[in-house]
C-alpha cells in the first residue's frame, strides 16, 4: 500500500510526518476491531482520504491529528461492522477472522513489495490470537469498538463515548458487558511452551494419521470449523467431538498425497500451515486448554492468505 502524500503537488508537509507515524496504530485498532486485515487497509486508507479533503487551516487547528485520525477511523470500523453483519449472512459457510503470521512471515503487501509495508504489520499480543477475535465477533459493534477502545488501547470512556455516540456510563457498561465474555477466550499466562508442545505432538499426529493419537490430544467436545469463502472447498458446518474431528483431518490428509504441514505462529501463537508444493493453502489456528485442543480454526479461503503467500 502506498504512503499518504500530501493534495497538491506531492511533496511533504509540515506535519506529515506525524500524520504517517500514525499508521501502524490505525492499522491495529482496525483489525483487530474488524478480524480482517484487507478492511483495516481500506479503513486506514479512508482515514487517510478523509484528512486530505480537510483544508490547510482545517488541519491546522486540529490540537491532535493521532487522536483525529483514531476517532474517524474507529467510526469507519463502527459502520462497517454493522454491515459485516449483512454481509456474512450472505457468506459462503463459516466466517473467521483473518490470520496473520510472525512479523517475519509477511507475505507481499498490497504495494506490490516483498515483505509488505512494515508499518501495515500487526503487533502480535494475546488481543489477536484467534479465540480472542472470534470472541469479538459474538459482540455487538458498539460493544466491539467500546471494549477494544478501552481495554485494549486504553482510551477513557469519555473519548469512547464521543467515537460511540453513547455516554460514558453506557460505554463503561457495554465494556464490562464484552470483557465478561472475553475472560472466557483468555488462557493462564505462562502456557506457551506447552501449547507449543499440544501443537508440535498434534502435526506429528497429523502427519502420521494417527486417529488414536489425535483423538488423545482433543478435548472430548472439541470443534473444528473452516472457512472456504466459496472460493475453495471447506467443511460448510463446524466438526464437532474428539472422534469426528479426527476422523475429519486424516481423511483431509489421505485426499492430499502431496499435504505438507508446517509449524507456524499464526496471530501470534503457535499454530499450523498446510501447504501444496510449496504453495500455502491453508493456515490454522488452535485454542489449547488444559494441554488439549478446544477449537481448531482452519481459513482456507485465498483472499485471507495474502500475508502469508511470499514466504509460504
Given at each position: 500500500?502506498?504512503?499518504?502524500?500530501?493534495?497538491?503537488?506531492?511533496?511533504?508537509?509540515?506535519?506529515?510526518?506525524?500524520?504517517?507515524?500514525?499508521?501502524?496504530?490505525?492499522?491495529?485498532?482496525?483489525?483487530?476491531?474488524?478480524?480482517?486485515?484487507?478492511?483495516a487497509e481500506d479503513v486506514v486508507q479512508?482515514?487517510?482520504?478523509?484528512?486530505?479533503?480537510?483544508?490547510?487551516?482545517?488541519?491546522?487547528?486540529?490540537a491532535s491529528p493521532g487522536a483525529w485520525?483514531?476517532?474517524?477511523?474507529?467510526?469507519?470500523?463502527?459502520?462497517?461492522?454493522?454491515?459485516?453483519?449483512?454481509?456474512?449472512?450472505?457468506?459462503?459457510?463459516?466466517?473467521?477472522?483473518?490470520?496473520?503470521?510472525?512479523?517475519?512471515?509477511?507475505?507481499?503487501?498490497?504495494?506490490?513489495?516483498?515483505?509488505?509495508?512494515?508499518?501495515?504489520?500487526?503487533?502480535?499480543?494475546?488481543?489477536?490470537?484467534?479465540?480472542?477475535?472470534?470472541?469479538?465477533?459474538?459482540?455487538?459493534?458498539?460493544?466491539?469498538?467500546?471494549?477494544?477502545?478501552?481495554?485494549?488501547?486504553?482510551?477513557?470512556?469519555?473519548?469512547?463515548?464521543?467515537?460511540?455516540?453513547?455516554?460514558?456510563?453506557?460505554?463503561?457498561?457495554?465494556?464490562?458487558?464484552?470483557?465478561?465474555?472475553?475472560?472466557?477466550?483468555?488462557?493462564?499466562?505462562?502456557?506457551?511452551?506447552?501449547?507449543?508442545?499440544?501443537?508440535?505432538?498434534?502435526?506429528?499426529?497429523?502427519?502420521?494419521?494417527?486417529?488414536?493419537?489425535?483423538?488423545?490430544?482433543?478435548?472430548?467436545?472439541?470443534?473444528?470449523?473452516?472457512?472456504?469463502?466459496?472460493?475453495?472447498?471447506?467443511?460448510?458446518?463446524?466438526?464437532?467431538?474428539?472422534?469426528?474431528?479426527?476422523?475429519?483431518?486424516?481423511?483431509?490428509?489421505?485426499?492430499?498425497?502431496?499435504?505438507?504441514?508446517?509449524?507456524?505462529?499464526?496471530?501470534?501463537?503457535?499454530?499450523?500451515?498446510?501447504?501444496?508444493?510449496?504453495?500455502?493453502?491453508?493456515?490454522?489456528?488452535?485454542?489449547?486448554?488444559?494441554?488439549?485442543?478446544?477449537?481448531?480454526?482452519a481459513v482456507r479461503n485465498p483472499d485471507?492468505?495474502?500475508?502469508?503467500?511470499?514466504?509460504?
Amino acid at each position: 500500500m502506498s504512503t499518504p502524500t500530501g493534495p497538491e503537488d506531492g511533496q511533504l508537509d509540515p506535519g506529515l510526518s506525524a500524520i504517517v507515524s500514525e499508521r501502524r496504530h490505525l492499522i491495529n485498532l482496525a483489525y483487530r476491531l474488524l478480524g480482517s486485515l484487507a478492511d483495516a487497509e481500506d479503513v486506514v486508507q479512508e482515514t487517510y482520504a478523509r484528512w486530505y479533503a480537510l483544508s490547510r487551516r482545517q488541519q491546522e487547528a486540529i490540537a491532535s491529528p493521532g487522536a483525529w485520525l483514531t476517532r474517524v477511523a474507529s467510526r469507519v470500523c463502527l459502520d462497517l461492522l454493522g454491515s459485516a453483519r449483512v454481509r456474512r449472512e450472505s457468506y459462503v459457510g463459516e466466517w473467521i477472522p483473518e490470520p496473520v503470521p510472525d512479523r517475519s512471515e509477511w507475505g507481499e503487501g498490497r504495494s506490490g513489495s516483498v515483505g509488505g509495508d512494515p508499518a501495515d504489520r500487526v503487533t502480535l499480543d494475546e488481543s489477536v490470537s484467534m479465540a480472542f477475535l472470534v470472541v469479538l465477533e459474538s459482540m455487538t459493534p458498539a460493544e466491539r469498538v467500546a471494549f477494544v477502545l478501552h481495554d485494549v488501547f486504553r482510551y477513557p470512556f469519555a473519548e469512547v463515548a464521543e467515537i460511540v455516540g453513547r455516554t460514558p456510563a453506557a460505554c463503561r457498561q457495554l465494556a464490562s458487558s464484552a470483557r465478561r465474555r472475553v475472560r472466557t477466550a483468555r488462557n493462564p499466562a505462562g502456557l506457551d511452551v506447552q501449547r507449543a508442545a499440544v501443537v508440535r505432538d498434534f502435526k506429528q499426529a497429523w502427519d502420521a494419521r494417527d486417529i488414536d493419537a489425535l483423538i488423545g490430544l482433543l478435548a472430548p467436545d472439541v470443534t473444528a470449523v473452516g472457512d472456504g469463502g466459496g472460493l475453495v472447498s471447506a467443511v460448510p458446518h463446524p466438526v464437532e467431538g474428539a472422534g469426528q474431528v479426527a476422523r475429519h483431518l486424516v481423511d483431509v490428509a489421505r485426499r492430499a498425497p502431496g499435504l505438507a504441514i508446517v509449524e507456524r505462529t499464526v496471530n501470534g501463537q503457535p499454530g499450523l500451515v498446510l501447504q501444496v508444493d510449496g504453495v500455502t493453502v491453508t493456515v490454522v489456528a488452535f485454542d489449547v486448554v488444559g494441554g488439549r485442543v478446544r477449537h481448531i480454526w482452519a481459513v482456507r479461503n485465498p483472499d485471507k492468505l495474502r500475508p502469508w503467500v511470499a514466504r509460504g
